[in-house]
């Protein structure tokens, strides 16, 4: 990520909410932020039954904001605003794909881990 064209910062979360991986200053504040946005997603999904939301996108005064979800992971890119965000997006894509060859699945807040452990 650290390649994209304006790239600000990016972090990689895991389904509980934990930053598993971050890319430039202040990327801490974005994950924080975003895993209360997901949850708040989550919900979202499970009250209206419309499916796992798993691309969200949004503009600031100062920065275009991806966020790639899938596998129970969310990738979250902040860029500056004017950035074609379409090589990033792109890039994201692949990133998660490798990133889901890689790392364990993750469990949503309505499955029971000891059930789906055994």
Known sequence: ???VPGLSVAALLGADGLTLATVGE???LLA???SGLSSALNRL???LGVGEVSRLAFTT???EVITLSRG????AAALMRGTDTQAAQQLMARLMEDALDQLPPQFSDDQDAQGAAV
Do not use: P, S, V
């Open 1 to 3: 990520m650290r390649a």
């Open 26 to 28: 202040g990327a801490e």
């Open 32 to 34: 924080a932020e975003l």
């Open 45 to 47: 999904d499970r009250r």
């Open 61 to 63: 005064a100062n920065l």
């Open 72 to 75: 129970g992971y969310t990738l």
